[in-house]
C-alpha cells in the first residue's frame, strides 16, 4: 500500500529493500531479481535502514518496501507488484490493484497472512518449489526435447518405409495412386482440401520412398539440431502427406499425435544452425504452453473418456483382467501381468486412471508437484509400452514430459546450466533477430486459434453427447484435414473377445496353408513378440478387422485379392509366403476366439495362447468369384 511517506535521498533506480534475515524473503527475492533484470535494485533492511531514516525502523521487520526514483514509498503487496511494472507481462498487476475494485484489499490481506507466518510460508515453499523459486527456464529441455522428437520422427519414418510398398504403393492394397483419382472424382476440387498430401503431384512408388527418405534425412538434421525449425515445418509436412496417403493404415492415434506435436515444435525450435551452449535463442513461453496443453489435453482425454463411455469395466476396475490379452498386440510382459491376481490388477486400472486424469493438473503447478507429475505419467507409459506393442505412442509421450523438467534441476549437475541461463538472460531481448521474434508472435496467434477448439475437445470428453457450436464447429472442419488439432482417447471401451483371423491359402480347395503374420497372434505355441517402436500396421489393422465383418473392411478384401495375384510386396507382409513359386487359386479366412493360457496350461502344453474356432470369416474364395 502507498504510504504518505517520502525518501529526501531517493535513489537512481528504483530500489525494493528486504529482510535479510528471512528465509522465505530470500528465495523469493531471488525470482523478482531475474523478472525484473536490471530495472530494479535489490538491498536488505540491515544494510539500508539506516540510508533512509524517515521510514520508521519497525516498517523494515513488517514489509517489502519499494523505494521510487522520486522518493515515493510502496510498502506489502503493492511494492511487490509496482516493482514488477518493468515486465510488460507482469503490469496488469499494478494496474489491477490501482483499478480493480477489491483487488487491492485481498492482495494486501494475502500478504499480511504470509507476513506474519513466514517460517510456515518459507516451509510450503520449499516442499513445492524446492530451494529454487526462480521462474523455470527450459533451454536444456528444449534442446532433448527437440532430438528425442526427431528420433521419434525418424523411427516412424524407417517404420513405414519398409512396408509402404506393401500397403500403399502401385501393387500395394490400396495404392494411393488408385485412392486420390477416385477421391477427386467424388468429392471434385474439394479433395485438395480435405486431403492435403503432396502425393497430389506424385503419387508413383517412387515419389512415396522420397517422402519416406526425405524424412529420415530431415530426421537426422532435427537430431544434430541443424536448423530446426526449418527441419521441423517438412517433417510435419512430409508425414502429413504421409498420412492422408495411407488412409486406414496410418488412422492411428499416434500418426496424428505426431503430427500435432511436432507443429507445435516449430514455434519451440530455434530457425538457424543450433548455437553453442550459453547463446541459446529464447524460448517461445506460448509454444511452451502449447505443448503442456498438448500433453495435458492428451492424459486428461484418454482418462475421462474411460468414465464416460458407459464401460462399466473402468468403473468397477476390472479393465486389466480382459485388456493384456485382448489388446492389439501383446508383449511377453503381458502374459506375465495377466497371470497377477485380481486386487492387483484393479490397483493398476485405479493408478492409471488417477495418472491420466488428476495428476496432468500438476503440469500447472509448482515445480515439485511438476516434477511428481512427470515422473508418474513416464512410469506409466514405460508400463504400457512393457506391457503392449503401442509403436512410438509411449515414446512421444515420455518426449513431450521433458519440457516439464526445468534448468534448475540441471544446473545442479552442471555449471555449463548456469552460464547457459545467466548468458541468455542477458541477451533477451536484444540479441534475437526476426525469425526468433515471428515464432514467439505465431505461436501467440496458434494459442488464440486453437485453445478454444482444445477446451471444447476436452469438454467433449466430459460430455460426449454435447454438440458442437456452429462457429467452432466450420473451425475445426476447416484444421482437422491437417491434423494440428485432435481429440485422443485409447480404450475407451474395452475390449472382452478376442477375435483373430487366421487367412489361408490353397491350390486345390483341400490342402490350406495358413499365411503367418509376422507378430499379430497366430500359432499358439509363438511367444507373444515385442516389435514396438516399429509398427506391423496390416497386424494391427487385423484386429480391428476381427471386430467387425470383411464387408465393413474393403481393404481386407483387396488384401486377399492381393495374395490372390500373388503380389510380392503385400506377401513380404507377412512372416512368410507359403506360396513361393504360384500363388494359390484359393484364400479363405477363419475366425478364431484366443485367450492367454494359464500357468498351470503353459507349464503342460508350452503355449502361449488357446483358441476355439468360431467358423468363417470369409469363405473360400478365388480370382473369377472377386473380380
Avoid at 507373444?528 to 473392411?553: E, I, K, T, V
Wanted: aromatic share 14%; glycine share 6%.
Amino acid at each position: 500500500m502507498k504510504t504518505s511517506l517520502r525518501v529526501s535521498n531517493p535513489p537512481t533506480k528504483p530500489l525494493i529493500i528486504w529482510d535479510g534475515e528471512c528465509h522465505f524473503c530470500r528465495r523469493w527475492i531471488e525470482r523478482w531479481r531475474e523478472i525484473t533484470r536490471d530495472a530494479v535494485d535489490y538491498a536488505t533492511s540491515q544494510e539500508s535502514a539506516e540510508r533512509f531514516p524517515e521510514i520508521p525502523r519497525e516498517q523494515f521487520e513488517r514489509s517489502l518496501i519499494y523505494i521510487e526514483t522520486d522518493g515515493s514509498v510502496f510498502l506489502g503487496a503493492e511494492a511487490v507488484f509496482r516493482s514488477l511494472r518493468s515486465r510488460s507481462s507482469r503490469k496488469w498487476l499494478a494496474w489491477s490493484y490501482d483499478h480493480v475494485p477489491g483487488f487491492a484489499a485481498v492482495s494486501e490481506s494475502f500478504y499480511r497472512i504470509i507476513a506474519f507466518n513466514r517460517r510456515f510460508a518459507s516451509a510450503i515453499t520449499r516442499l513445492l518449489w524446492g530451494d529454487d523459486v526462480r521462474p523455470p527456464a527450459y533451454f536444456v529441455a528444449r534442446r532433448w526435447f527437440l532430438r528425442a522428437l526427431g528420433l521419434i520422427f525418424l523411427i516412424a519414418f524407417v517404420s513405414l518405409w519398409v512396408q509402404i510398398d506393401g500397403l500403399i504403393g502401385s501393387n500395394g492394397i490400396i495404392p494411393v495412386s488408385e485412392f486420390l483419382p477416385a477421391a477427386r472424382a467424388q468429392l471434385g476440387d474439394r479433395a485438395l482440401s480435405i486431403l492435403p498430401t503432396l502425393c497430389w503431384l506424385n503419387s508413383s512408388d517412387a515419389f512415396l520412398h522420397f517422402l519416406c527418405g526425405g524424412g529420415v534425412v530431415l530426421s537426422l538434421l532435427l537430431i544434430f539440431g541443424i536448423a530446426p525449425a526449418l527441419s521441423l515445418v517438412a517433417l510435419v509436412v512430409f508425414y502429413l502427406s504421409l498420412t492422408i496417403a495411407g488412409q486406414t493404415f496410418l488412422s492411428f492415434q499416434w500418426d496424428i499425435l505426431l503430427l500435432e506435436t511436432g507443429f507445435f515444435s516449430i514455434f519451440l525450435a530455434p530457425w538457424r544452425l543450433w548455437p553453442k551452449r550459453g547463446s541459446d535463442p529464447p524460448i517461445s513461453r506460448a509454444a511452451l504452453f502449447l505443448l503442456k496443453v498438448l500433453l495435458f489435453k492428451l492424459m486428461v482425454m484418454s482418462g475421462v473418456v474411460k468414465l464416460t463411455s458407459g464401460d462399466d469395466s473402468w468403473w468397477d476396475l476390472t479393465a486389466l483382467d480382459y485388456h493384456y490379452w485382448s489388446q492389439p498386440l501383446p508383449t511377453i510382459f503381458s502374459w506375465w501381468a495377466d497371470q497377477s491376481p485380481l486386487p492387483f490388477k484393479k490397483f493398476s486400472v485405479a493408478f492409471c486412471l488417477v495418472v491420466e486424469i488428476i495428476v496432468p493438473l500438476f503440469i500447472w503447478a509448482p515445480r515439485r508437484l511438476r516434477l511428481l507429475a512427470c515422473g508418474l505419467v513416464v512410469f506409466l507409459q514405460i508400463m504400457i509400452a512393457a506391457t503392449g506393442n503401442y509403436c512410438f505412442f509411449n515414446l512421444l509421450t515420455i518426449a513431450l514430459c521433458l519440457l516439464l523438467i526445468d534448468d534448475s534441476i540441471w544446473r545442479r549437475k552442471s555449471a555449463t546450466i548456469i552460464r547457459l541461463r545467466e548468458a541468455t538472460a542477458r541477451q533477451v531481448g536484444r540479441r534475437y533477430k526476426y525469425s526468433d521474434r515471428l515464432s514467439i508472435y505465431a505461436a501467440a496467434i496458434v494459442i488464440v486459434l486453437t485453445l478454444p477448439l482444445n477446451a471444447r475437445l476436452i469438454y467433449g470428453a466430459f460430455k460426449p453427447e454435447a454438440e458442437w457450436s456452429p462457429m467452432l464447429g466450420r473451425i475445426y472442419a476447416r484444421v482437422e484435414a491437417f491434423r494440428i488439432v485432435n481429440g485422443y482417447g485409447l480404450f475407451r471401451v474395452m475390449t472382452k473377445d478376442r477375435r483373430e483371423i487366421v487367412i489361408e491359402g490353397s491350390s486345390d480347395g483341400i490342402d490350406w496353408k495358413p499365411y503367418e503374420f509376422k507378430w499379430k497372434p497366430g500359432d499358439v505355441m509363438r511367444t507373444p513378440g515385442w516389435c514396438a517402436p516399429h509398427q506391423p500396421r496390416l497386424d494391427w489393422q487385423m484386429w480391428f478387422a476381427a471386430l467387425g465383418s470383411y464387408r465393413q473392411n474393403p481393404w481386407f478384401i483387396q488384401t486377399v485379392i492381393s495374395l490372390l495375384d500373388g503380389k510380392p510386396k503385400v506377401a513380404a507382409l507377412f512372416e512368410r509366403n507359403p506360396f513361393p513359386q504360384s500363388p494359390p487359386r484359393y484364400v479363405r479366412a477363419t475366425l478364431y476366439r484366443y485367450r492367454f493360457t494359464t500357468a498351470q496350461e503353459h507349464r503342460q502344453t508350452g503355449a502361449w495362447w488357446k483358441r476355439q474356432e468360431l467358423g468363417e470369416y470369409l469363405p473360400g474364395v478365388s480370382l473369377e468369384d472377386v473380380h
